[in-house]
């Protein structure tokens, strides 16, 4: 069990700015092309215990998209390993897989990330370990922890434990100048971080032997005032936490298998009551798990959900810009149509309703790295326009779908016993040419937890509902 040693308090406090300690020097020029920023400067705030700064770690456009992956998939953030909360220590199992759990003392919102969830977050976890010093590289990462808090909302203290040698907390936004809080707080040590958007603060966890909790390093998030915040934990771990299965190579786009999947269908499906032929989901490649639903909706609710995209142009702009763009989250059983389609989602991958985030009508990406492969195991894509292609370059196959066509497939691989991050289904959208252009189409995304049961222990306040106060 972990150790917390309730220690005295600061006496004086050390607000830390990153923008009063860059002072003149300018921020590192961000690639336009790549969203990657120049070279960063890290700047030691504390000696003993070694707590670092490093302004701009993540450019604006590497936050903005950070924070797009997690759109309408907040769930009420939970509690686990070694907790500490006025001197009461917790009794939570020191353990990087520890069961989590709702707490009153944590009223922020979260969402874990995938490995590799797109290109863009692959390469910040790349930063993160190198700036950690990982022996291990990635490998000692455990999944990034998006966090949001709005007004009122905190993480009081608490200590992230030894097995965890370094957290890197980076912020993602800025707050009101007239914003006070909404810092991450440290009441030993008497330092009060203040959120500027990209930068990243550092801290190891245990004593410089390992053997033990460094107590000192007892921290909270404290509740903004009037605006949202939002960051992301980048914890290290003492074990090796990241698996991937990823091919080495892709094969040529001219060497790869075309399927259409409107093919699929056999002239002599049996039909059902309404005269339609039995909805069906063929296994089209075992390893990893990719299924195609040939006809998954009906043509009155392709125009249901083109409805609901009336009106909305996207121009993105941006090195992301060829990414998944969405368009607008269909809040859950918004129409009977919405409704309806949830549960047939479920039947056909057997995945739970209550682990289905809201439905994405999306442009999808046409960059491969860049499509969002969602937060958990399982994703679905449908098809809403004439036709379009769906490429698959680490697997050699082109699936092309027409109007109401679906793909499913696996984001994890558990074939050797353990959670390995299947790369395999990188995934890129184009038009055939017998299609738009602009393609559209609906994100499915079905998570690890059960998302929908969870959101209802709390009420969510949007960002409008923040601003609008």
Not at 52 to 81: N, R
Not at 178 to 192: A, K
Not at 299 to 312: D, P, T
Request: with cysteine; net charge negative.
């Amino acid at each position: 069990m972990a150790k917390i040693v309730e220690l005295p308090r600061a006496t004086t406090l050390t607000v830390v700015d990153a923008h009063a300690i860059m002072g003149d020097t300018p921020p590192p020029v961000v690639d336009p092309e790549t969203g990657l920023p120049g070279t960063l400067q890290a700047y030691v705030v504390s000696a003993d215990p070694k707590m670092t700064v490093i302004p701009h770690f993540f450019s604006d456009e590497e936050c903005d998209h950070l924070i797009q992956m997690v759109e309408g998939c907040w769930m009420p953030s939970l509690v686990g390993g070694a907790s500490y909360v006025a001197g009461k220590q917790a009794d939570i199992k020191e353990q990087g897989d520890v069961a989590n759990s709702v707490s009153q003392t944590r009223t922020s919102w979260s969402c874990m990330l995938r490995y590799a969830q797109t290109n863009v977050i692959e390469r910040l976890e790349h930063r993160i370990a190198s700036i950690a010093g990982l022996p291990d590289g990635v490998k000692q990462m455990e999944r990034m922890n998006m966090v949001r808090y709005a007004p009122g909302e905190l993480f009081n203290e608490h200590h992230d434990g030894k097995f965890r040698p370094k957290t890197i907390f980076v912020y993602l936004n800025e707050m009101a100048e007239d914003d006070d809080r909404g810092d991450t707080f440290f009441p030993v040590l008497g330092y009060s971080f203040k959120p500027r958007k990209g930068t990243a603060v550092m801290w190891m966890n245990a004593t410089e032997d390992g053997q033990k909790e460094d107590s000192r390093m007892v921290h909270a998030g404290r509740a903004p005032k009037s605006g949202v915040k939002y960051g992301v934990n980048c914890f290290t771990n003492e074990r090796c936490m990241r698996e991937l299965v990823c091919p080495t190579h892709s094969l040529p786009e001219d060497r790869a298998v075309i399927s259409r999947i409107a093919e699929l269908v056999d002239e002599d499906c049996p039909l059902g009551d309404d005269g339609k032929p039995i909805l069906r989901a063929y296994q089209v490649v075992p390893d990893p798990q990719v299924k195609a639903i040939p006809g998954l909706l009906s043509a009155e609710e392709i125009e249901h959900f083109l409805e609901r995209a009336n009106g909305v142009t996207l121009q993105p702009t941006g090195p992301f810009r060829e990414g998944s763009q969405t368009i607008s989250q269909l809040p859950f059983a918004d129409t009977s149509i919405v409704e309806a389609v949830e549960l047939r989602l479920c039947s056909v991958t057997g995945e739970p309703l209550d682990n289905l985030a809201m439905l994405r009508l999306v442009r999808p990406g046409k960059q491969e790295g860049l499509c969002n492969r969602g937060c958990g195991k399982y994703s679905v894509y449908v098809c809403l326009c004439k036709e379009e292609e769906l490429y698959f370059p680490r697997l050699g196959i082109r699936f092309v779908l027409t109007a109401g066509d679906a793909l499913s497939w696996t984001n994890v691989n558990f074939s050797t016993g353990a959670c390995q991050e299947d790369m395999r289904t990188v995934r890129l959208h184009r038009s055939t040419g017998n299609g738009p252009e602009q393609l559209i189409g609906i994100d499915a995304y079905f998570h690890d937890n059960p998302l929908r049961a969870q959101q209802k222990v709390r009420a969510f306040v949007s960002d409008t509902d923040v601003l609008n106060k």
